[in-house]
Nanobody
Framework: QVQLVESGGGLVQAGGSLRLSCAASGRTFSTYAMGWFRQAPGKEREFVAGINTSGGSTYYADSVKGRFTISRDNAKNTVYLQMNSLKPEDTAVYYC????????????????WGQGTQVTVSS
């Protein structure tokens, strides 16, 4: 069992930056690939970024590639999402999630989920 708690969301102007954190409980954090998803009102939850267990491999949605960076610190049981050059269309609730295998982008492949943190980008 892994419990995930996101933080770092907020209101930011277009062009600004935010850093999301996701703290995990339990001793097995390093055995899970991690991902960030987002869900805007009236839209389906979509994959944003993922990272393998060691942190040596990352993968992104085309919409955020070059602007967002996912990283993890296994010693701190934490995964991060650095978001730069934010756009109004990035406004959504952001969720972190844990999967038993890497390189998956489907939400159904992720076993554990956080409660989400709101990111709002004003124009």
């Amino acid at each position: 069992q892994v419990q995930l708690v996101e933080s770092g969301g907020g209101l930011v102007q277009a062009g600004g930056s935010l850093r999301l954190s996701c703290a995990a409980s339990g001793r097995t954090f390093s055995t899970y690939a991690m991902g960030w998803f987002r869900q805007a009102p009236g839209k389906e939850r979509e994959f944003v970024a993922g990272i393998n267990t060691s942190g040596g491999s990352t993968y992104y949605a085309d919409s955020v590639k070059g602007r967002f960076t996912i990283s993890r610190d296994n010693a701190k049981n934490t995964v991060y999402l650095q978001m730069n050059s934010l756009k109004p269309e990035d406004t959504a609730v952001y969720y972190c999630a844990a999967a038993t295998r890497p390189y998956v982008r489907s939400a159904s492949a992720y076993r554990y989920w956080g409660q989400g943190t709101q990111v709002t980008v004003s124009s």
